[in-house]
């Protein structure tokens, strides 16, 4: 089978292929040996919200700060 490399550089896979992925929205990508190898990824709803905090620059250190924050502001009330 062929898919066709546009000029905005995307790929169309095609349906006899990507039908055995139902569902599969996410691809991971490497290259191997001059191949390009393509692997379904489900993400999950903590992928989303790692992906989000990573965005947004949160780091493990911010979330235990706020948590610890948390506790003894409830504890204080």
Do not use: C
């Not at 995307?10 to 990508?29: H, N, Q």
């Amino acid at each position: 089978m062929l898919a066709k490399l546009t000029s905005r550089n995307r790929i169309t896979l095609p349906k006899a292929v990507i039908t055995d992925f139902p569902g599969s929205v996410y691809f991971d990508v490497t290259k191997e040996n001059g191949r390009i190898l393509l692997t379904p990824v489900r993400l999950t709803g903590a992928d989303s919200v790692r992906a989000k905090l990573s965005e947004l620059g949160i780091t493990e250190g911010d979330v235990a700060g706020a948590v610890g924050w948390a506790r003894h502001a409830r504890e204080s009330s």
